[in-house]
């Protein structure tokens, strides 16, 4: 089955500096790569996504890159803001329409 | 569009009773729901694949007898943790897919069960 690793488990950056979160996964036949924000307690949100067929992909202040020969995804997110501290967990979609999720980074944006 | 529902957010039960759970697609048909169960500062495991007129699927090491899983309609699954144990506790956060649709999950809000 599908494996996907993520890390480190935290990360710590200044407000408006950039933060890039690494994930790599195992099955070649994983086709979609979610992104998600989870706040304490709440349902893990989806801020973004990505399709095998394309190897990047932005909206305003986030985006992803996607390496499928390498099978790393980063999760790229520039002028950070205090309300973007959470934790991040990327996911994999493999050949069984399954996710697999990583461990999760807990991003802290300091003010 | 998709909204997914779950009740009830929070559930306080006693050892050795049975709770059930629902999950909901509000404006969209899901012949697929999923089954996470997310334990403190751990990611999401799937416990299960609910599948709308058939058995659910479970994932390795996850008691079917224990977790009873039931998709009787298109936009309703039911997760019920039957003789709960205190280990049980959890929060337990459902996703449902569109009908035809091969990836996206939109996920539930999540129910929180605490087995005293």
């Known amino acids: 089955g599908e494996n996907v690793e993520q890390h480190p488990s935290t990360l710590s950056v200044q407000e408006g500096d950039s933060a890039v979160i690494k994930c790599t996964y195992s099955?070649?036949?994983?086709?979609?790569f979610p992104w998600y924000k989870q706040e304490l307690g709440k349902r893990p949100q989806l801020i973004i996504d990505i399709r095998s067929n394309v190897g990047e992909k932005k909206d305003q202040r986030i985006a992803v890159t996607l390496n499928k020969t390498a099978k790393h995804f980063s999760l790229h997110i520039t002028e950070t803001q205090p309300e973007d501290s959470a934790v991040y967990f990327c996911a994999a979609n493999g050949a069984n329409s399954k996710l697999t999720f990583g461990k999760g980074i807990t991003l802290s944006v300091r003010p | 569009g998709a909204v997914v529902s779950q009740h009830p957010s929070r559930v306080i039960c006693k050892s050795g009773t049975s709770v059930k759970i629902e999950c909901r697609s509000l404006d969209f048909q899901a012949t697929t729901m999923f089954w996470y169960r997310q334990f403190p500062k751990q990611s999401l495991m799937l416990m299960a694949t609910?599948?709308?007129?058939?058995?659910?699927?479970?994932e390795q090491g996850v008691e079917k007898d224990k977790f009873l899983i039931n998709h009787a309609s298109l936009t309703l699954s039911t997760l019920t943790v039957t003789s709960a144990h205190p280990e049980d506790s959890s929060f337990y956060i459902c996703?449902?897919?569109?009908?035809?649709?091969?990836?996206?999950?939109?996920f539930g809000p999540g129910t929180r069960l605490t087995v005293l």
């Open positions: 099955d070649s036949a994983s086709n979609y």
């Open positions: 609910s599948n709308e007129g058939s058995k659910a699927t479970y």
């Open positions: 996703s449902a897919r569109r009908s035809g649709a091969k990836a996206e999950q939109f």
